[in-house]
């Protein structure tokens, strides 16, 4: 339990939805603010400081697709869709637009608590036991796990905590086979291991930050299985 409050903005068209989720979200000590059209977030997003948004993608006047990019674009802030939209090409794209996470509608509303935890726990260190090097080093590449901070060839790289979640996983075990399952289960949490999109898409976010052409592959992928980080 932290100190400060979590600020969660919502942006949601529909009241019911609205006033479901913000009554649970207030009961457990945490701040809401809503939007239900999509106007106004740029400003929310300068003002205070967010740590999650439930991002509706059917919204009125609004692309909700477009502002999933814009509010990633703008901050690192955790990014999860909540939509009637069932299908996978949906989620793709959303996932690939910098969402952090999605679910569809009708959903359990501790279901929805479990996954902003999770996604509150992503902008946290991990802490499974094991040892951790401070600082990895791979060709041009440093992971500063204990910063948080990521630099190629000396410039710093911008990564969201899910992203950089991510990456802490390769980071500690270089060289070593890490299935689809093993990642969504230790970044996303428990119920994730059959998303095998979050990992696909998440990797190739992680591979257009920190890959160019020409240079050795960081990711190497393992058909059907998951992936292995490169040792150095």
């Known amino acids: 339990m932290v100190a400060d409050k979590t600020v969660v903005l919502i942006v949601e068209d529909d009241q019911n939805i609205v006033d479901l989720v913000r009554s649970n979200l207030s ?9 239900k059209d999509g106007t106004g977030v740029s400003e929310v997003l300068q003002a205070r400081g967010l740590d999650v948004v439930l991002l509706d993608l059917m919204l009125p006047g609004r692309d909700g697709f477009e502002l999933c990019r814009e509010i990633r674009e703008q901050s690192a802030v955790g990014i999860i ?19 952090d996470d999605y679910m569809t509608k009708p959903f359990g509303i501790e279901e929805l608590l479990a996954r902003i935890n999770a996604t ?4 946290k260190p991990s802490a499974d036991g094991r040892p951790e090097p401070s600082i990895v080093r ?3 590449v440093e992971i500063d796990l204990e910063r948080r901070r990521v630099t190629k060839a000396g410039g710093l790289v911008h990564l969201t905590p899910t992203e950089f979640a ?8 270089p060289g ?7 990642l969504l289960r230790r970044v996303w949490g428990p119920g994730y291991e059959t998303q095998t999109e979050y990992t696909r898409v998440y990797v190739g976010r992680l591979r257009a930050k920190l890959e160019r052409a020409g240079d ?13 980080f490169a040792t150095a």
């Open 138 to 140: 791979i060709g041009d």
């Open 120 to 123: 509150l726990r992503r902008s």
């Open 27 to 35: 009961a457990r000590g945490h701040d809401v603010i809503v939007s």
């Open 216 to 228: 050795e592959p960081l990711f190497i992928t393992e058909p059907r299985s998951g992936y292995r």
């Open 176 to 182: 070593e086979l890490l299935t689809h399952a093993t």
């Open 81 to 99: 869709v909540v939509s009637a939209r069932r299908a996978e090409t949906d989620k793709v794209r959303a996932l690939n637009l910098g969402a």
């Open 166 to 173: 991510l990456l802490r996983q390769f980071a500690v075990s």
